[in-house]
Every structure is written in C-alpha cells, then in structure tokens.
T-cell receptor
C-alpha cells in the first residue's frame, strides 16, 4: 500500500527559528511535492522535485527551501519562520512525470508564534 | 495567470445527486483531476480525465470538455460520508509534467 509519512502532525515554533519538515515515501516515486493549505486558498505548491538533488520552484517558494538527498525523502526548510507561515503543510509524491495520481501525507500543522 | 474556479460550498441531501463544476485557465493542460479531502485528513485521488467525455467510477463520475476548459464531478446516491471538500486540479504548471494546480476547493455538506 502506498504510504507517505510526515515527521510531525503538529508543530509550534517561534518567529525566526529554522524549521525542518520531513517527508518520506516508500513507493520509489520520482516526484515529490510540498504544498501549503490555507482556508479559502486551497493547496498551493511551494516546491517540487522530480529527481534526487533536483528541485523546482512552485507558486509560492519565497521564504522556503527544500532538500532531496535521497529519493524517498524530501525536506522543506523554513530558514527563518514568520507568523505568515502558520499553515498546514502537505507533502505528496507521484510515480513519474505525467503520472496524475499524487499521494499525500497526513500533513503537518505548523503554528509560528 | 493560471486559475481554476469552483464553487466554495454545496449542500445536498442524502440519496441525491450533486454536480461540482470546475472551469480552468492554465498555460498548459494535460488533464483534469479530482481529489477528496475530509476534515483533518489528507487529499485522496478520485479521478482523472485527459480526454473529453465522462469517466465513471462507482457512484462518482467526472466529465471534461477541453474546448470549454470545463469539467465536473458528479456524485450520485449521496451518503453522509461524502461530506468533504473536493478539489479539481490541472497538470500544467510551466510546461513541466507531474505538478498540479489546484482549485480552492468545494465544501460539500450532505444533510440527512
């Protein structure tokens, strides 16, 4: 069965802290994605990666960076957390480019104080 | 710009049929997907249309008209468990395959 896991369900951080959100998939998928979800705004793509060490900016990359050192792991980094980064963060993966089905992790609800 | 429009909320009664529409305007288009998300849960894939026409999967059907940049999700024999948010999504961001642009979601409430 397909599985995408995220390191934390809930996280509370202070403004200015460096925050790491980890995502692991066990399906040998090539593509991995990071979204944030806010009420009334739907899912917005932050970054995606279609191969190890490769990354592409999504619609809202400002204030974020990513790392993909291994195929199964995709990390989202908030270099200096700000209150406007309080959100639900969703990781997803898909088998290969052009594969329409994305599999989502349970999400991390981040609160920045 | 790239955008997908869908109604923010829909209410229907158990056993009824409901249609959730989605219109899109994107620079690239490979197909239209639908995802379901229950409160507190992760989005899960429902259906995908790359070609015009109707795709049926059990109680759920999805339709696409590429010439009209329009699609819909049809839910039949509604059940209480269908109460959730439904997102349409287009694959077509910057010409790269595999990443999706999501609509803002339609919150479906099924009443007894």
């Amino acid at each position: 069965d397909v599985k995408v896991t995220q390191s934390s369900r809930y996280l509370v951080k202070r403004t200015g802290e460096k925050v790491f959100l980890e995502c692991v998939q066990d399906m040998d998928h090539e593509n991995m994605f990071w979204y944030r979800q806010d009420p009334g705004l739907g899912l917005r793509l932050i970054y995606f990666s279609y191969d190890v060490k490769m990354k592409e900016k999504g619609d809202i990359p400002e204030g974020y960076s990513v790392s993909r050192e291994k195929k199964e792991r995709f990390s989202l980094i908030l270099e200096s957390a700000s209150t406007n980064q309080t959100s639900m963060y969703l990781c997803a993966s898909s088998l290969s480019p052009g594969e329409e089905t994305q599999y989502f992790g349970p999400g991390t609800r981040l609160l920045v104080l | 710009g790239q955008s997908l429009e869908q109604p923010s909320e829909v209410t229907a009664v158990e056993g009824a049929i409901v249609q959730i529409n989605c219109t899109y305007q994107t620079s690239g288009f490979y197909g239209l997907s639908w995802y379901q998300q229950h409160d507190g849960g992760a989005p899960t894939f429902l259906s995908y249309n790359a070609l015009d026409g109707l795709e049926e999967t059990g109680r759920f059907s999805s339709f696409l008209s590429r010439s009209d940049s329009y699609g819909y999700l049809l839910l039949q024999e509604l059940q209480m468990k269908d109460s959730a948010s439904y997102f349409c999504a287009v694959n077509g961001h910057g010409g790269s395959q595999g990443n999706l642009i999501f609509g803002k979601g339609t919150k479906l409430s099924v009443k007894p």
